[in-house]
């Protein structure tokens, strides 16, 4: 188990290089055809590694990795964290005593490029804190100038040094409260059906896996699903509607919360125009298209279709605080049953 999940967490690391390097090679292919690259997606890490280039971070062979892995794996056993960091710490990199609590991604790499260059991660070069150090670019939720949306507002972190292409990035949002509704609706959605998420995270269980034991086991959802199934194993394949509606919750506020992540990531990038996603997409399409093909080089997104970065407005933060979770599917305990029957029949 133990080298499965080295060579996993060894492998994350060689998707966004070759993420990095797989989606240049096409860009450069669409342009040599005289034609515009549309980039579209939600991972923020990739998308920034495309927009500002990869850090010049050295890659570990699998030898390393492992030897990594294994000097963290009993630590990481115990829940040892201390422990764990101070051993990072002695072997060069102080400043792992300040990333959060119990992100052993981040820790194995600090030692990975310890083992590998001499070297901590602070001693390379990453384009984009070079980019954000030539002004500066924090993001004043609050102000009139986080809503700005212009051409100086979103465009001067590209213009202050130059990057490898002419970006024109757009962030498509909703309003919160209809974003957290998708969501839970869209929880209910992947736990429906014969061969939904409860069925996938049985799968993984029967072939030995266990929750949090590697990437795949770690996403939201999965992690949620079989820690579900392994106590209604634990009961002789039952289940009451209680703990299925427990189960449904956890898994909806985990998503909901990796939402809330990925949008304080996005506030932060501050080559996005903000779009509101609720408005009619072929209005969203024209405006972008006319966009791009506009050669004044100022871009100002109108007021109907601008979505506000502000997350401190009082009164839609009180609605934020009060929201609560109602389903479509699953309003009843009755509504459950047939998860119930599934799970007589299938985990005992």
Same mark, same amino acid.
């Given at each position: 188990m133990i080298e499965r999940k080295c060579r996993i967490i060894w492998l994350t690391y060689f998707i966004h290089l070759?993420?990095?390097?797989?989606?240049?090679?096409?860009?450069?292919?669409?342009?040599?055809?005289?034609?515009?690259?549309?980039?579209?997606?939600g991972t923020g890490l990739y998308l920034r590694w495309f927009i500002y280039g990869k850090p010049d971070v050295p890659k570990a062979s699998a030898e390393i990795t492992s030897?990594?892995?294994?000097?963290?794996?009993?630590?990481?056993?115990?829940?040892?964290?201390?422990?764990?960091?101070q051993l990072v710490v002695k072997a060069g990199d102080p400043k792992v005593q300040h990333i959060a609590v119990n992100d052993w991604y981040r820790l194995r790499r600090s030692l990975e490029i310890i083992k590998s260059s001499g070297s901590p991660p602070s001693a390379f070069r990453v384009p984009y804190d070079s980019f954000r150090e030539q002004?500066? $670019?924090r993001v004043a939720d609050g +102000?009139?100038?986080?809503?700005?949306?212009? /051409?100086?507002?979103?465009?001067?972190?590209? &213009?202050?040094?130059?990057?490898?292409?002419?970006f024109m990035c757009f962030f498509l949002s909703s309003d919160r409260l209809d974003l957290y509704k998708s969501i839970d609706y869209r929880c209910e959605d992947m736990i429906l059906g014969g061969d939904g998420l409860l069925s996938e995270a049985q799968w993984l269980i029967d072939?030995?896996?266990?929750?949090?034991?590697?990437?795949?086991?770690?996403?939201?959802?999965?992690?949620?699903?079989?820690?579900?199934?392994?106590?209604?194993?634990?009961?002789g394949g039952q289940s009451s509607a209680g703990e299925f509606y427990r189960f449904l919750?956890?898994?909806?506020?985990?998503?909901?919360?990796?939402?809330?992540?990925?949008?304080?990531?996005?506030?932060?990038?501050?080559? $996005?125009?903000?779009?509101?996603? +609720?408005?009619?997409?072929?209005?969203?399409? /024209?405006?972008?298209?006319?966009?791009?093909? &506009?050669?004044?080089?100022?871009?100002?997104?109108?007021?109907?279709?601008?979505?506000?970065?502000?997350?401190t407005n009082p009164r839609i933060a009180a609605k934020l605080k009060a929201y609560r979770t109602r389903n479509r599917h699953f309003v009843n305990g009755e509504d459950c049953y047939p998860i119930l029957e599934w799970i007589q029949k299938t985990q005992k």
């Open positions: 070759k993420f990095f390097e797989d989606a240049r090679k096409a860009t450069r292919s669409i342009l040599d055809n005289g034609r515009v690259p549309i980039v579209v997606g030897q990594a892995c294994m000097e963290l794996a009993e630590l990481q056993r115990n829940d040892d964290w201390e422990a764990a960091v002004g500066d $670019y +102000s009139d100038s986080s809503d700005m949306n212009t /051409n100086y507002d979103a465009m001067k972190e590209t &213009n202050s040094a130059k990057l490898d292409y002419d072939i030995g896996l266990h929750p949090n034991s590697n990437s795949p086991t770690k996403a939201i959802g999965y992690r949620q699903a079989m820690d579900y199934l392994i106590g209604c194993r634990e009961q919750s956890e898994f909806q506020k985990a998503s909901r919360n990796f939402a809330k992540r990925q949008l304080t990531w996005f506030r932060n990038e501050r080559i $996005y125009h903000w779009l509101d996603a +609720s408005k009619p997409l072929e209005t969203v399409l /024209n405006f972008i298209h006319d966009a791009y093909h &506009n050669q004044n080089g100022n871009l100002f997104v109108p007021e109907h279709l601008r979505m506000s970065r502000d997350i």
